[in-house]
């Protein structure tokens, strides 16, 4: 097999926050994103959370892989200390990850200490690869070199690969540091040594070197490193289905191939990322069977095993996928790192496909389902996002959202992918077209596209998500003719209003976007205002877990009632809601940050002593008569619960009883 040099020179972007995809000019995609340094959240809701994990997130992150011994392990490998490892097998993959964060930090505002970090953490990281490329501090410490590669299923060696890879693809055009960029060359030419159609027909058990190898491919434009990709992602579920490893090939998203499979079923990150992989593979070969397999893929995930907060992940054994439906509320599941990988896959079926689905589903997933992972100060964590936490529950594993938030995990996934999400986030506000811009995600900042005389700038203004008013001002503007595309939410397509210079503009949705056509004016302005009128949903008559109840939203969020806001003599476990009567808006919550909470109309209630005794009375007798004492509850969105005490809550909402 030829070779390549691990040291050529690649191409790297300016000094300015880069996107975490880049597709190639000959990939097949319908939007762009912007270039470096053309996103720009610079404040309100977002901006604050990006700034509390820039300054409090990412440091104590560091301080937490030291504690835990992640770094040391590298040291122990690289001769600078003695000792034995420390950690989960895949820990170094934690490492890869706050490494990332640290990268999209420096490309949004360049920082001493956090250079200083990432220069140190990446000589670490060198100095424990072996002369083969190999590299994996815990497996070099706890396995002799002959057991490399005969675990896959669970030893999580090319998986750790995928996360340095894109930690060093995101140093590269982030920060101008290519020493874990030269790390990672030597990986993959030691991967293509040993794997590929002439090796070894096998793969990781875990999924994300699909996605890493198609980066570094963008980034150096090899395409060997391509090929790589392509037949890791088609080795799964063909000539690898993991034989002889609990719970069987399901688990591992190798039941068939990814181009067969109908449904994700299994350990709920792997199959996300094994997906979101399958998806930039098809873009980067212009695989239109590919992207439309995968697009099936995602809407049956969303029809049939996506919480109403876009959790993602029924079943706490094997971190799993239920059946079709199976959501339970107080058992669910729902990973942060699950949502993480929901929004990793949408992000790119939007940018292969334009489709405004895609930019709802990520809305709902950021303020919900990836959003209630972490404090509001950006330093404790939920591993786990159930939707109902009870009255005296026991915190049965750390995990357990009985425990609250917590500083780090054993098994600490969540927060370091946490970071690298805030520190990228700006990418996901909007994409480029030949023609114009697209704004997919509102935030306060500044988007363009463009360069010269013919560049589109357009600053955005708005308090979302507590407020429905978004404010557009181009700030430089072409002397042709450009579109610009608002998405318009679902929740607010009936609704929305649209001025343009203060005349209004028709609303008219075209596949999830109101599209103004004109030569625009440097100070043109453009208001979207979106009705937040509070609303509730229902579920479907298949969710037996939600039956008879509803779950109350307002704009992109999803709320809950939690014991914190309630009267002392109620408990959120008796609830029972009138969804005939509007919830109502109250004042801002300082301690959450402003949150808006809604007041609910209902009831409270209790049952008959006899059935106090036996919770199962017979219909229709007066057993089985409940009392449902008047009463109001107070709701706040979901991401915000458990941040001033660990109470009960619940998402769902029982409805009151005729």
């Known amino acids: 097999m030829r070779g390549f040099s691990v040291t050529a020179p690649v191409t790297t972007a300016p000094l300015s926050l880069a996107s975490p995809a880049i597709p190639t000019a000959s990939a097949h995609t319908a939007l762009r994103p912007l270039s470096a340094g053309d996103a720009q959240i610079t404040g309100g809701f977002w901006h604050t959370r990006q700034l509390r994990n820039r300054r409090a997130g990412l440091r104590s992150g560091y301080d937490q892989l030291e504690a835990s011994g992640t770094f040391r392990n590298f040291r122990v490998v690289g001769g600078a200390e003695r000792g034995e490892a420390s950690g989960m097998i895949f820990q170094d993959s934690d490492v890869y990850k706050w490494l990332e964060a640290v990268a999209f930090e420096l490309g949004r505002e360049d920082d001493a200490e956090l250079r200083s970090m990432a220069r140190e953490v990446s000589a670490m990281i060198a100095s424990a690869q072996q002369e083969d490329g190999y590299l994996n501090s815990v497996h070099t410490l706890l396995h002799t070199p002959e057991e490399r590669y005969t675990k896959l299923a669970w030893n999580h060696e090319l998986y750790c690969y995928g996360h340095l890879i894109q930690a060093a693809v995101a140093l590269s055009r982030n920060a101008g540091e290519d020493q874990l960029l030269e790390v990672a060359l030597r990986i993959v030419e030691h991967l293509r ?136 509320t107080d058992r669910g599941y729902a990973e942060t790192c699950a949502a993480i990988g929901a929004i990793q896959w949408a992000w790119r079926l939007l940018l292969a496909t334009g489709h405004g689905k895609y930019a709802d589903a990520i809305e709902r997933l950021l303020f919900n389902a990836f959003l209630a992972g972490v404090s509001l100060q950006g330093t404790e964590y939920f591993y786990v996002n159930s939707l109902q936490l009870r009255e005296g529950a026991k915190a049965d594993q750390g995990r357990s959202i009985a425990h609250g938030r917590r500083e780090w995990f054993e098994c600490a996934c969540c927060p370091p992918n946490i970071m690298r999400t805030f520190a990228s986030l ?135 009632i939690e014991n914190e806001d309630q009267d002392a003599a109620v408990s959120v476990d008796d609830a029972a809601v009138d969804p005939t009567i509007a919830p109502v808006a109250g004042a801002p919550i300082a301690a959450l940050d402003g949150a808006i909470p809604l007041t609910v109309s209902g009831s409270a209630v209790a049952v008959s002593p006899a059935a106090a005794t036996w919770p199962y009375p017979v219909y229709g007798t007066s057993d089985a008569t409940v009392a449902q004492t008047p009463a109001t509850w107070t709701a706040i969105p979901y991401y915000a619960w458990g941040n001033r005490t660990v109470a009960p809550m619940r998402v769902w909402l029982p409805l009151e009883v005729d």
């Not at 096998?202 to 996605?211: R, S």
């Not at 570094?216 to 000539?239: H, M, N, Q, S």
């Not at 700038?457 to 998500?465: D, F, G, Q, R």
Request: overall charge negative.
């Open 193 to 328: 040594s040993i794997f590929g159609p002439d090796g070894r027909h096998t793969t990781d058990g875990h999924p994300v070197i699909e996605m890493a190898l198609v980066e570094l491919y963008r980034l150096t434009e090899r395409p060997e490193i391509k090929d790589l990709a392509r037949f890791f992602l088609d080795v799964r579920g063909g000539a690898e289905k993991f034989p002889g490893a609990s719970p069987g090939p399901g688990y591992f998203s190798a039941d068939v191939p990814v181009r067969e499979t109908h449904s994700v079923e299994g350990h709920a990150v792997r199959a996300l990322y094994l997906f979101a992989g399958a998806t930039d593979q098809a873009m980067e070969d212009g695989d239109a069977e590919l992207l439309a397999r995968t697009e099936a893929v995602f809407a049956d995930l969303m029809a049939t095993k996506t919480y109403v907060t876009g959790g993602m992940g029924a079943r706490w054994d094997w971190e799993a996928f239920g059946d079709p439906y199976e959501m339970t």
């Open 426 to 560: 700006d990418h996901l506000a909007a994409t480029a077209t030949s023609d114009g811009l697209q704004v997919h995600q509102f935030a306060t900042g500044t988007w363009s596209t463009g360069d010269g005389p013919e560049r589109l700038s357009v600053s955005v203004l708005t308090e979302y998500p507590f407020d429905g008013l978004v404010r557009l001002t181009i700030e430089a503007a072409p002397s042709a003719a450009r579109r610009l595309s608002v998405r318009i939410p679902e929740w607010s397509r009936e609704t929305a209003q649209l001025t343009l210079g203060g005349s209004d503009v028709p609303v008219e949705v075209d596949d999830g976007y109101a599209v103004i056509e004109t030569t625009f004016q440097v100070g043109d302005v453009i208001e979207l205002r979106l009705d937040l009128s509070p609303r509730f949903v229902g579920a479907h008559h298949r969710l037996d877990a939600s039956r008879g109840s509803v779950a109350l939203e307002r704009g992109p969020l999803v709320y809950a």
